[in-house]
T-cell receptor, first 116, second 112 residues
Framework: KAGVTQTPRYLIKTRGQQVTLSCSPISGHRSVSWYQQTPGQGLQFLFE???????NKGNFPGRFSGRQFSNSRSEMNVSTLELGDSALYLCASSPGARSATNEKLFFGSGTQLSVL | SQQGEEDPQALSIQEGENATMNCSYK?????LQWYRQNSGRGLVHLIL???NEREKHSGRLRVTLDTSKKSSSLLITASRAADTASYFC????????????WGAGTKLIIKP
């Protein structure tokens, strides 16, 4: 079984631009969660999607948005990029919704976003 | 918000020695998970311990959970160079709407 795939692996953008990151979960997994990882703040939860519905959202501004398609693939979008958005963005999938608890997460390798 | 706090922030030991990392958290939990992250890569799940469990083993890994002290420890025995990575604990708190809350991580370096 293929693992969680995130594209692109690296991305360089300038302030004010927008960016879309993609995540393909493990086949059969219906939940996709997104995290932002920075050296200063650690891993911060962005949002979780399950069956095309946003189930949970972290404490991020509205510039951060996401969606999930019927095949469980997910995208996240960041508009009007700021320098502070530079981070490793990680996607994780699990078979069921996080609300089922006790679900471990399977992570992709991440997209390293640099905002100049 | 960070619920888990790992201790120490960094640990450097010789290959073959045991490594112990600690995680403390603040609120009641359903379970606690440990993950490993190699530099700049995604996280890999290591072990999950439920709130009603006290100890769990997986290969060279031993995890303990003390809910009265709100703390957990991860022990890696007979360390290898390949164990060099950052280790994170994540808690599935009962009042966090099942979001995983992550600690800041312990950076482990195994010297050959």
């Amino acid at each position: 079984k293929a693992g969680v795939t995130q594209t692109p692996r690296y991305l360089i953008k300038t302030r004010g631009q927008q960016v879309t990151l993609s995540c393909s979960p493990i086949s059969g997994h219906r939940s996709v969660s997104w995290y932002q990882q920075t050296p200063g703040q650690g891993l911060q939860f962005l949002f979780e999607y399950f069956s095309e519905t946003q189930r949970n959202k972290g404490n991020f501004p509205g510039r951060f948005s996401g969606r999930q398609f019927s095949n469980s693939r997910s995208e996240m979008n960041v508009s009007t990029l700021e320098l502070g958005d530079s981070a490793l963005y990680l996607c994780a999938s699990s078979p069921g919704a996080r609300s089922a608890t006790n679900e471990k997460l399977f992570f992709g390798s991440g997209t390293q976003l640099s905002v100049l | 918000s960070q619920q888990g706090e790992e201790d120490p922030q960094a640990l450097s030991i010789q290959e073959g020695e045991n490594a112990t990392m600690n995680c403390s958290y603040k609120t009641s939990i359903n379970n606690l998970q440990w993950y490993r992250q190699n530099s700049g890569r995604g996280l890999v799940h290591l072990i999950l311990i439920r709130s009603n469990e006290r100890e769990k083993h997986s290969g060279r890994l031993r995890v303990t959970l003390d809910t009265s002290k709100k703390s957990s420890s991860l022990l890696i025995t007979a360390s290898r160079a390949a164990d060099t990575a950052s280790y994170f604990c994540a808690t599935d708190a009962r009042d966090s709407n099942y979001q995983l809350i992550w600690g800041a991580g312990t950076k482990l370096i195994i010297k050959p």
